[in-house]
């Protein structure tokens, strides 16, 4: 069975940056999008960006287009999510998420990972 297990979070100054890595392991990856969530405390989960798997379509909410980069290494199983510029509002629990089709909605992503805390001090 496919797990999702993220890393690279951590506690960054505003203005720093991040680099998220997501890794697929443990069977065959099939899906045809993988996607980058985050939910911080007392707020409903929210889209950041996806990608397609094999297309490469990529699609960024408006919250932080311009300020992050999602990207992929499809031989090595890897999802990226490259933040710059971060704020305290961009604090949250960031999942990585896998699902049959590029979409901003979570319930059309059917594996996600456990999450990475990121955190943003003024």
């Known amino acids: 069975q496919v797990q999702l297990v993220e890393y690279g979070g951590g506690m960054v100054q505003a203005g720093g940056s991040l680099r998220l890595s997501c890794a697929a392991s443990g069977g065959t990856f099939r899906s045809d999008a993988m996607g980058w969530f985050r939910q911080a405390p007392g707020k409903e989960r929210e889209f950041v960006a996806a990608?397609?798997?094999?297309?490469?379509?990529?699609y960024y909410d408006h919250s932080m287009q311009g300020r992050c980069t999602i990207s992929k290494d499809n031989a090595k199983k890897m999802l990226y999510l490259q933040m710059n510029n971060l704020q305290p509002d961009d604090a949250a629990v960031y999942y990585c998420?896998?699902?049959?089709?590029?979409?901003?909605?979570?319930?059309?992503?059917?594996?996600w990972g456990q999450g990475t805390q990121v955190t943003v001090s003024p």
């Open positions: 990608i397609g798997w094999i297309g490469g379509g990529i």
């Open positions: 998420a896998a699902g049959p089709k590029v979409s901003g909605l979570a319930a059309h992503y059917t594996l």
